[in-house]
T-cell receptor, first 111, second 112 residues
Framework: GENVEQHPSTLSVQEGDSAVIKCTYS??????FPWYKQELGKGPQLIID?????GEKKDQRIAVTLNKTAKHFSLHITETQPEDSAVYFC??????????FGKGTSLLVTP | DGGITQSPKYLFRKEGQNVTLSCEQN?????MYWYRQDPGQGLRLIYY???????QKGDIAEGYSVSREKKESFPLTVTSAQKNPTAFYLC???????????FGSGTQLSVL
């Protein structure tokens, strides 16, 4: 089955800096790659996703890149703000199958 | 206001007791999922259902049971066979067409 590895497990950046979280996947048939943000005591919220026919997608300060050949994808957050502090999860799946999640990255943005 | 509702938010289980976690959605989604989340771990799939009256085991189904009698509802029972039930449980639904997975707010289960 699919195996998703996520790094780093913790990340601390200063407000205004950029943050990058990386994930790798094992199943070359995976074609859907979402990113979730989870605040303490809440359910994960979908923040951005990308499909295998696209190499990059951007939504304001958040962007995701996908390298199908290397089987890795990354989340980029620019101009970080304290409210970006949360746990971020990547996931991967092929059509019709359940998502497989990475173990999460705890991001801390310090003022 | 459409969404996924999980209840209760906090639940306590005594030794040897079965407890049931509720999950309701009004998004008209066909597929529903239960995940377990432990500190420092990712989300692990317990059970999922693609359609009413049908469900499949996920990666960690032992000690859990589910039912899917209605499209809107997918309750999870944590049985006494689950020896380490303390965790944060998340229900999710996945709508075909939009193809995005949406989560409820979770239930924290603890053992007394």
């Amino acid at each position: 089955g699919e195996n998703v590895e996520q790094h780093p497990s913790t990340l601390s950046v200063q407000e205004g800096d950029s943050a990058v979280i990386k994930c790798t996947y094992s199943d070359s048939a995976s074609n859907y790659f979402p990113w979730y943000k989870q605040e303490l005591g809440k359910g994960p919220q979908l923040i951005i996703d990308i499909r295998s026919n696209v190499g990059e997608k951007k939504d304001q300060r958040i962007a995701v890149t996908l390298n199908k050949t290397a089987k890795h994808f990354s989340l980029h957050i620019t101009e970080t703000q304290p409210e970006d502090s949360a746990v971020y999860f990547c996931a991967a799946s092929r059509s019709g199958y359940a998502l497989n999640f990475g173990k999460g990255t705890s991001l801390l943005v310090t003022p | 206001d459409g969404g996924i509702t999980q209840s209760p938010k906090y639940l306590f289980r005594k030794e040897g007791q079965n407890v049931t976690l509720s999950c309701e959605q009004n998004l008209n989604h066909d597929a529903m999922y239960w995940y377990r989340q432990d500190p420092g771990q990712g989300l692990r799939l317990i059970y999922y259902s693609q359609i009413v009256n049908d469900f499949q085991k996920g990666d960690i189904a032992e000690g859990y049971s589910v039912s899917r009698e209605k499209k809107e509802s997918f309750p999870l029972t944590v049985t006494s066979a689950q020896k380490n039930p303390t965790a944060f449980y998340l229900c999710a639904s996945f709508g075909t067409g939009r193809e995005k997975l949406f989560f409820g707010s979770g239930t924290q289960l603890s053992v007394l």
